[in-house]
C-alpha cells in the first residue's frame, strides 16, 4: 500500500504534534512509516516528517554520507531547497552521519533571534532507540511533574542542546527517530536532567 499524502500525513501529524505538546511521549508511526515505499537512504519514520514538515516555503540541510542523493530525492518529494546549516529551517541528522556532524548540526542550527524566536531550526535526529527507561529526566510545559527517557544516539547531545537552548526563548525543537518507527519531540521548553547511576 502506498502512502497517502493526505490521511496518512494527518494522522501522522497529530501524532506528532501530541509528542510536541507533551514531551517525552513517545509516539509510534508504524502504520503510516510501512507504507512508505521509496528507498531513500533514511528510516521511513524520517521519511514521513520530511513529508509531513518540508515544503517550497523551507529550506533543509542533511547530514549523511549520502548527502548529495538524499537531498534531490527530499527536493523531489517536497519541493523544499537545500542550504546550508545556518539558514535550515529543519536539519537531518541521518544514521549513518559521523559524530561531528551531530556536532555541527547544533552548533550551526539556527536558535531564531528575540522578535521571532519561533523561526528557530528544527533538528531531526535518527537515534538507535527511543524509550521511557529512566535515563534521562524531563520536566516543564506539557508534563505533569517528570517523565523519563533514554535516547540511544551520541553521549553529549544533552549537552549540546543545553548549550544551544541557554538563552530562552532563543533555541532549537529536537524531533528522534528510531527504527522502530518511534518518535520523541523535545521542545526548546523542555529541562532535561541526566540520571546519576549509583
Known sequence: MKLDLVHDIQA???????????????????????????????LNSTLVMVMMLLDTEVKFKV????????????????????????????????KDSKPEDFEKAFRKAYPGDLLDPHAAA?????AESLSNDRMLTL???????????????????????SEKNSEYPLGIDLIFTDPNDNIL?????????KQVVQ
Open 63 to 94: 547530514y549523511s554520507e549520502r548527502e548529495a542523493e538524499i537531498n534531490k530525492l527530499i527536493n523531489q518529494l517536497t519541493y523544499a531547497k537545500a542550504t546550508e546549516a545556518e539558514s535550515a529551517n529543519y536539519i537531518l541528522v541521518l
Open 185 to 193: 519531540c523535545l521542545p526548546r521548553t523542555t529541562q532535561i536532567l
Open 12 to 42: 501522522a501529524y497529530r501524532k506528532t504534534l501530541d509528542s510536541m505538546s507533551r514531551p517525552g511521549l513517545i509516539s509510534n508511526i508504524r502504520n503510516q512509516a510501512d507504507k512508505v515505499n521509496i528507498e531513500s537512504g533514511c
Open 139 to 161: 520536566t516543564g510545559p506539557g508534563i505533569a511533574n517528570e517523565r523519563y527517557i533514554n535516547v540511544k544516539t551520541i553521549d553529549d547531545w544533552v549537552d549540546l542542546r
Open 122 to 126: 528544527t533538528i531531526i535526529v535518527e
